[in-house]
């Protein structure tokens, strides 16, 4: 290949994200199967007024880009851009807003987004309200100054499920744009743009990344006036992913149909077994039949997902399942490999109010799950062992 030709190809794979999205997937020049990380600050000029497409990282690199043409595609969306977190996406997003703007937000919230409009938002002179989107109807809640309307579905923990095309139509008819957080189920079960959302919204970290070895988030959108929007948002607070950490979440994206698969698969297994165990009071899971949002589920989703919310008959039991887990870890975060159980009302819950807590039914006898790929015996083998030993030493 003579430098001619490689300047030439450069060129053409230099282009801005829209034309990249056309190409639906940028190729390294080289032939690289992984895209290389190119981890560099600022990129040369060839001349007065040419550039490569790209000038400054904190604006654009080649990794990011590639990632986010990757999840744009996952997504269905115009755009995807790549930040240093989910709650920096979060936060970039609310910065579309100006002071008097008011939201509805769904009452059952990842706690880190909560914070965010409480502490910042509110700073910041918006207002939001609260509702169960899963049930209430959001029309009467809706004011003069409402822009948005913001949820979770399924939520975390508690997996109440919405149905976002409905809602989406009530939405658009009164010209607000509506937010979906697509973590819980991730691009490979649930296309939230699809049903009729404006803005997507991803913690990167969990099940995009899936390894539980880096952080990142993602805004995915199908308008280009909010995607010029974003994209100034973004350049200017400079929360862009790295190119190192956007490596990381390229290769997890490779394997996340092999990994949702299997978690899912392990998810109905241990949901199956929990409800056996007389200790355990109630097992929330979406893909039960019983589970209230089932049939929205079967309709908006391809598949349940990989979270389990369950409670049992006291806070000790509680406390002796979190003491005794030996394959599983005692830790936040959600949507890896391993297998994490989470205690909520200390934990991702920690900064939601009181009442909203006992309101969301999220008490201290709630256990989360966010199931990994192990062997399906072997998580079975572990609550086997787990729950004899709760059940001894709390018996005694
Ligand atoms: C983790 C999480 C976030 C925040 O993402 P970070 O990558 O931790 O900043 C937002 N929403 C949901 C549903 C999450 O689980």
New binding site residues.
Partial sequence: MSTENDCKKQEEYSVDTKCQLNDARLKDIWGAVSYPIYQTATFAHKGLGESTGFDYTRMQNPTRQQLEAVVALLENGKDAIAFA????A?AAVMELFSPGDHFIIDSDL?G??VRLFNEISKKNGLTYTTAYLSSEDVVPLIQENTRAVYL?TPT?PMMNVTDIEELAKKVHERGLILIV?N??LSPYYQNPLDLGADIV?H????FLGGHHDT???FAVVKDEEIDERLRFIYKTTGAGLSPFDSWLILRGIRTLSVRLNKAQENAFAIAEYLQKNKHVTKVIYPGLKEHPGYDIMKKQASGFGAMLTFEVDSAEFAKEILANVELIYFAE??GGTETLITYPITQTHADVPKDVLEKNGINDRILRLSVGIEGTEDLINEFERVLETAEKNTTR
């Fill in positions: 977190s989910g709650m920096a979060v990842y880190g987004s979770e975390n957080d973590t819980f919204l913690s990167g970290t969990k952080i990142g988030g975060s959600l």
